[in-house]
Each structure stands twice: as C-alpha cells, then as structure tokens.
C-alpha cells in the first residue's frame, strides 16, 4: 500500500507561515509544536505554537515536492488566498 504524501501550511504564532511536506500530518504537527529532536524544523521551533492551516494530498513524494516548492515561491497574499479557498475549522 502506497503512503499518503502531503503538503501542508502552518500559521506560527507570529503570524508567518511555514510549508513543508509529509506523510504523516497528525505526527508532523507533534513533533513542529514540540519543536524537540532532529526531526522539529528550525523554523518552528521558536514559533511554537503552530496550527494547520491548509494541507492537501499529492499522489508521490515528488509531487508533494514540486507542490511544496510552488508554495513557497508564492507571495503572502496567494498564500493566504489559497488558505482560504480551503478554510480548516
């Protein structure tokens, strides 16, 4: 069996967003509000807490990749459309 591969946007609590990819969203969201280990990124770790804010499924690793890239090559503005378009409550 394949394993879901995901690509996700965290609103820190200084209001910036972190991207990033995963095959697990519940686990990675853990481990980035723990911010402890090899594995908690840099980034968030001093801007804990985090929440999710968007994700969506991609078909391989590679296009979570690609996916993740396009998105943070993206200005504020079309990041925050984008959140939008897929409101998580």
Not at 1 to 27: A, H, P, R, S
Request: hydrophobic share 30%.
């Amino acid at each position: 069996m394949n394993k879901k591969n995901f690509v996700y946007i965290l609103e820190c609590c200084d209001g910036t967003y972190y991207t990033g990819w995963t095959v697990n969203l519940e686990e990675r969201l853990k481990v980035h509000n723990e911010g402890i280990g090899n594995k908690a990124s840099k980034y968030t770790r001093s801007r804990r807490p985090v929440r999710l804010v968007y994700f969506e499924e991609c078909e391989s690793k590679s296009a979570a990749l690609k996916r993740e890239h396009a998105i943070k090559k993206l200005p504020r503005e079309k990041k925050v459309q984008l959140i939008n378009s897929k409101l998580i409550l």
